[in-house]
């Protein structure tokens, strides 16, 4: 595995397992969508990601904005740079869903029916769908959208051959990539699927390897936040041969109590259960998850592996932080089911914004330009020490009456004094 890895990394010369997992039927786009964006003095938005090429870096995370065929349509017609399907695994009949599931946060008291959203938390298992339907309709959309990024979500019990299968089966629908769910933080933890894997690193590490030794196509492995060190299971996930990973997914929270009621929200037939946490209010924990699996990948991985942010991103200059850090592509589920499918129009709009005011023409210009500004404390102490010293030594002015110079007479003398 080590050897192959070192030849994926490689930019020289690609094996042909790299050849099938980075498809050329993008290449060009690649160059007409740069041309037409130069053309036009735009800031051209297009990014290729593991040779997925995509007219901008906005990409439907996976959950109910990728539930059907009808909403994945619609998410390319409103021109998101890709879809990532809501996840599928063999045996859909074991998903069995309940309502509500969904329960909301806003910026007011408990109970408070007005105020923006800034939290939303949810219940929902992966698809419920037959995995046949779900192949199907993914096989309808790449025959009307070939060009378009679609991106098969995977997973699976703790078992090789089913593991296999599923891969299998999801690539012959023809996906341009799979994103492996190893996030999920509720349901089904007892059959070892979703955060069960991505919290044990052990087992992340086999199941990986499992993976990657079927998968043709590039591979993105999901991480969860629900762990102390993020970069412990995102380092094991590229060191096995995932393309890139994605962070984060949903924070285990209890949404809260209905002070009327007594009952946890969100309530069913009287009871709840926790639920993964998402939107604005995650946005600054997702922010630091990936600083930091950025910085790691930078320190320890060769120029190719991925990284795909995801969390509270409802604005463009949402989406710049996350570039800035070094993320390729930005993921958004909640703000989707918050403000609807045209969202990407605004994120593209403001983030072209961004870009214009720093005079950046592309994306690359600027991805992970905020991530060196990033220490640790006790070096915060040192630089603000010796900036201390040196604000003294330039108040203190002239240290003797030797020092004084014609040419600098007047600033010499305004270095000394006091208001």
């Given at each position: ?9 490689s ?7 790299q ?17 037409s ?29 990728g ?8 998410a ?22 309940v ?24 219940i ?46 999801v ?24 955060a ?21 196509v590039p ?16 380092r ?9 990973v ?11 109590i ?10 069913v037939?009287?009871?709840?259960t ?13 922010l ?8 790691m ?10 990284l ?59 991805r992970?330009?905020s ?6 404390h006790t ?23 030797k ?7 007047v ?9």
């Amino acid at each position: 595995m080590e050897s192959l890895m070192t030849l994926r990394a490689s930019p020289a010369a690609a094996t042909p397992l790299q050849q099938r997992r980075l498809p050329g039927r993008q290449r060009a786009t690649s160059v007409r969508a740069a041309a037409s964006a130069s053309a036009a003095g735009e800031p051209d938005l297009s990014v290729r990601v593991n040779g997925l090429q995509m007219p901008n870096p906005f990409v439907i995370g996976s959950g109910p904005p990728g539930t059907n065929y009808t909403v994945m349509k619609r998410a390319f017609d409103e021109g998101w740079g890709g879809v990532i399907a809501k996840t599928v695994s063999l045996d859909a009949e074991k998903v069995i869903n309940v309502t509500p599931r969904y329960a909301k946060l806003r910026a007011e008291p408990n109970g408070a029916a007005m105020g923006r959203i800034i939290g939303w938390q949810n219940i929902e298992l992966i698809s419920d769908r037959p995995l046949e339907t779900m192949l199907n309709e993914f096989k309808q959309l790449k025959k009307e959208y070939p060009d378009r990024i679609l991106i098969g979500s995977i997973m699976e019990e703790y078992n090789k051959a089913a593991w296999h299968e599923l891969i299998e089966r999801v690539e012959e629908s023809g996906v341009d990539a799979l994103e492996i769910n190893f996030s999920c933080p509720h349901g089904m933890p007892e059959r070892k699927m979703g955060a069960a894997v991505g919290q044990d690193c052990d087992l992340l590490e086999e199941v990986c390897g499992w993976i990657n030794e079927k998968a043709t196509v590039p591979v993105w492995a999901k991480m969860t936040p629900n762990i102390t060190d993020i970069t412990q299971p995102a380092r094991i996930a590229l060191k096995s041969g995932c393309e890139g990973v994605s962070a984060i997914n949903t924070i285990m929270s209890v949404m809260g109590i209905n002070l009327k009621t007594l009952r946890p929200e969100p309530c069913v037939e009287g009871y709840s259960t926790p639920g993964g946490y998402s939107a604005r209010a995650v946005h600054p924990i997702a922010l630091a998850k990936v600083m930091q699996i950025a910085r790691m990948m930078k320190e320890e991985f060769a120029i190719g592996q991925s990284l795909s942010a995801i969390g509270g991103v409802e604005t463009g200059n949402d989406a710049a932080e996350f570039i800035l850090l070094g993320a390729d592509t930005v993921q958004v589920c909640t703000g989707v089911m918050i403000h609807g499918y045209p969202l990407v129009k605004k994120l593209c709009a403001e983030l072209q914004d961004f870009m214009r005011e720093h005079n950046f023409s592309s994306i690359e210009e600027f991805r992970g330009a905020s991530l060196p500004y990033f220490t640790t404390h006790t070096d915060l102490v040192h630089r603000q020490q010796e900036a201390i010293k040196q604000r003294k030594a330039i108040k203190k002015g002239l240290q003797s009456d030797k020092d004084w110079t014609g040419d600098g007479f007047v600033k010499e003398t305004e270095s000394m004094v006091s208001n």
